[in-house]
């Protein structure tokens, strides 16, 4: 199948427009405690498998308000970033960025920077703790805070709503499938949601393809998202006694190959890729 003929979701998901109450209900407090106005597609689409939503995300919300927010920092910290030169606001405007348009980019880059490192150590640690035991049997309790703190907030702005691919422009959906294909292995279906959020700015996007490109066809970036695998991992396995307990769904092999999916492939990937033009945006 060419790219030019996928033009829906590579998963089923739930819109959040289209949510029923309780998986709205589910999609405000995902909101609110990484304090984001999207809630992505990995949310959106375990809202499709019964009972899915609920368990991964009480299981997972903890270490959001507690454990995840130091561990995301030493991900993004610890990464080995290529050496480029930041784009300068001379080369921002003459592409035909503006004010608005660069204020628009740099929330959507300070979002994804924000939940990206976030979701992996998250998420990491619930494939640790589930992935190839028995869920029932093996879910620990642990004493949650009842606080209602979230994770600190770093970015600003709202985000515009996530465009639906069949609104994007034949060529700028193209350049957004492409760009999904830099520093991926295996899986390129699952399309980065920033992409798809930047597909406002067409110029963006084409100043980020010729930025990346060298370092995907070099390696480069490859090489980051094992790194990110990687660190991803080490702290899933260090933070898994700290997820919540709650009763597992009664099918849980879809579940976590859904979530491990994520984890390994879009999210391990733009931590990396995002973590580089958040250096290089101005």
């Known amino acids: 199948m060419s790219t030019t003929e996928i033009l829906q ?99 959507i880059l300070n979002s994804y920077y924000h939940t990206n490192a976030l979701a992996l150590v998250c998420l990491s640690a619930f494939c640790s703790r589930f992935a190839g035991h028995d869920a029932r049997v093996n879910a620990v309790s642990t004493s949650t805070s009842n606080s209602p703190r979230a994770v600190t907030r770093l970015h600003n702005g709202v985000l515009p709503p996530l465009p639906a691919m069949q609104k994007i422009a034949p060529a700028v959906r193209r350049l957004v499938y492409e760009l999904n294909t830099f520093g991926e292995d295996s899986d390129t279906k699952l399309v980065a949601s920033m992409y798809r959020h930047l597909s406002y700015s067409p110029p963006y996007l ?19 998202t094992t790194a990110v695998r990687q660190q991803g991992e080490a702290h899933g396995r260090e933070l898994a006694e700290f997820l919540s307990a709650i009763a597992p769904v009664a099918d849980v092999g879809p579940v976590l190959t859904a979530v491990t999916r994520f984890v390994r492939h879009p999210i391990s990937r733009m931590t990396a890729i995002c973590a580089i033009l958040h250096e290089v945006t101005p």
């Open 9 to 107: 979701d590579p998963l089923p998901a739930v819109t959040e427009a289209n949510a029923s109450p309780a998986v709205a209900e589910i999609f405000s407090d995902i909101r609110n405690t990484l304090d984001v106005s999207v809630v992505n597609l990995i949310w959106r689409h375990l809202a499709t498998m019964p009972g899915a939503l609920d368990w991964v995300w009480t299981s997972v919300k903890p270490l959001y308000l507690e454990h995840a927010p130091a561990r995301a920092k030493q991900v993004l910290q610890q990464l080995a970033l290529p050496q480029i030169p930041a784009f300068s606001q001379d080369t921002m405007t003459a592409s035909g960025i503006n004010e608005d348009a660069s204020s628009s980019i740099r929330s």
């Open 206 to 224: 084409s100043l980020i393809r010729t930025l990346l490109i060298p370092l995907h066809l070099s390696g480069e970036l490859s090489a980051l």
